[in-house]
């Protein structure tokens, strides 16, 4: 039988277990960065001081991260956009 030391086996556990958790890092990470979804949908634009801004919790009246101010947004043409 191999006799081993219980400072020794609590040593080669948490060597091991960081090794595995280090490895569980890696491999996540090789995945890639999430992707951003850009929909059109989601993007406003500050009508007071032209900021572009990210909202994707509101449809219709959205709160610019800027200024503050409060934008509506707009009926996009057919074959046109509201940000040309």
């Known amino acids: ?3 081993i030391e219980f400072s020794a086996a609590i ?3 948490l060597i091991l ?3 595995l958790v280090l490895l569980v ?3 996540e990470n090789r995945k890639g960065p999430k992707q951003f979804s850009s929909e059109k949908s ?3 634009q500050c009508s007071i001081c032209t900021y572009v801004y990210i ?3 509101h449809a219709n009246i959205s709160q610019c991260s800027r200024c503050g ?3 509506k947004k707009e ?3 057919k074959g046109g956009s509201a940000y040309a």
């Open 42 to 44: 989601f993007l406003w």
């Open 75 to 77: 009926e996009v043409e």
């Open 17 to 19: 277990t960081t090794c």
């Open 11 to 13: 040593a080669w556990y």
């Open 55 to 57: 909202d994707s919790r």
């Open 25 to 27: 890092l890696v491999f």
């Open 69 to 71: 101010s409060y934008n």
């Open 1 to 3: 039988m191999l006799k």
